[in-house]
């Protein structure tokens, strides 16, 4: 059982949470105004616990990222640097824009050479950053039922050993696993997110995932 530092107040902070909660974690949730998350608190049960981003990232021998991707590198910059270091960091993270779709398709503020997660490795070099839970919408993340059996979660990273340990939380929450190599592979992961979108926007069907057939 790890404790588990989740920074995010949004929806994929309370999936999460709670998922990790469901799997028999300790959780502490954060964000700028922890007072927001009072009512999520009272009915997480006794294993939960919320503070300040500072707070929670210095807490959890777990992190992870949740928050909007244009606000990432700013949350990270109150976490603090020391409570990241060494600590695996699960990146969940899209670099939308906030203009409108276009037809359905999200605008990225990145590049395809230059990804969101390589932004925030190169900041924070101690940090082990692994991309994943970013290519589904947030209602599948944990134990996702589909016809089609279990949904491919996509994963990268530079430390094998952050991977590792991603991939028993995936494991644990139903996912097939694709791991896609080295933290370059987010510029190919996040776009993901516009295309998990696409019918979303398009015909308002939220309830797909992605699977890889091999
Ligand atoms: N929603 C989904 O289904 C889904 C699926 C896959 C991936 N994602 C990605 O997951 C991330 C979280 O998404 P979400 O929908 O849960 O929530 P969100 O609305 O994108 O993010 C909410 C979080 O961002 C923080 N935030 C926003 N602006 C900030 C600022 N200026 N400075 C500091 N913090 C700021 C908020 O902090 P406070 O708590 O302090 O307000 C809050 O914790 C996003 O990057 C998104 O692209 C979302």
Same mark, same amino acid.
Request: proline share 6%; aromatic share 6%; hydrophobic share 45%.
């Given at each position: 059982?790890?404790?588990?530092?989740?920074?995010?107040?949004?929806?994929?902070?309370?999936?999460?949470?709670?998922?990790?909660?469901?799997?028999?974690?300790?959780?502490?949730?954060?964000?700028?105004?922890?007072?927001?998350?009072?009512?999520? *608190? =009272?009915?997480? #049960?006794?294993? !939960?616990? /919320?503070?300040?981003?500072?707070?929670?990232? @210095?807490?959890?021998?777990?992190? +992870? *990222? =949740?928050?909007? #991707?244009?606000? !990432?590198? /700013?949350?990270?910059?109150?976490?603090?640097? @020391?409570?990241?270091?060494?600590? +695996?960091?699960?990146?969940?993270?899209?670099?939308?824009?906030?203009?409108?779709?276009?037809?359905?398709?999200?605008?990225?503020?990145?590049?395809?050479?230059?990804?969101?997660?390589?932004?925030?490795?190169?900041?924070?070099?101690?940090?082990?950053?692994?991309?994943?839970?970013?290519?589904?919408?947030?209602?599948?993340?944990?134990?996702?039922?589909?016809?089609?059996?279990?949904?491919?979660?996509?994963?990268?990273?530079?430390?094998?050993?952050?991977?590792?340990?991603?991939?028993?939380?995936?494991?644990?929450?139903?996912?097939?696993?694709?791991?896609?190599?080295?933290?370059?592979?987010?510029?190919?992961?996040?776009?993901?997110?516009?295309?998990?979108?696409?019918?979303?926007?398009?015909?308002?069907?939220?309830?797909?995932?992605?699977?890889?057939?091999?």
């Amino acid at each position: 059982m790890a404790k588990v530092a989740i920074l995010g107040s949004g929806a994929v902070g309370t999936v999460l949470s709670d998922g990790f909660l469901k799997h028999g974690d300790h959780v502490v949730r954060g964000s700028r105004e922890p007072a927001k998350l009072a009512g999520w *608190l =009272a009915k997480a #049960g006794p294993r !939960a616990s /919320t503070g300040t981003f500072a707070e929670a990232a @210095a807490q959890g021998e777990l992190v +992870v *990222l =949740a928050v909007k #991707g244009e606000a !990432a590198e /700013t949350v990270l910059a109150l976490a603090g640097e @020391a409570s990241l270091a060494g600590k +695996v960091v699960i990146d969940t993270t899209n670099p939308i824009e906030p203009s409108p779709p276009e037809r359905g398709v999200l605008r990225f503020f990145t590049t395809l050479d230059d990804s969101l997660m390589e932004r925030l490795q190169r900041r924070y070099p101690s940090a082990r950053f692994v991309k994943a839970f970013s290519c589904v919408g947030n209602s599948l993340m944990v134990d996702p039922q589909l016809p089609g059996g279990p949904p491919t979660m996509f994963i990268c990273g530079d430390d094998a050993a952050a991977k590792q340990v991603v991939r028993g939380v995936l494991e644990r929450f139903g996912w097939d696993i694709e791991d896609l190599g080295g933290v370059q592979a987010a510029r190919a992961i996040e776009p993901l997110c516009i295309l998990w979108c696409i019918p979303g926007f398009l015909h308002n069907r939220w309830g797909h995932a992605l699977k890889l057939l091999r």
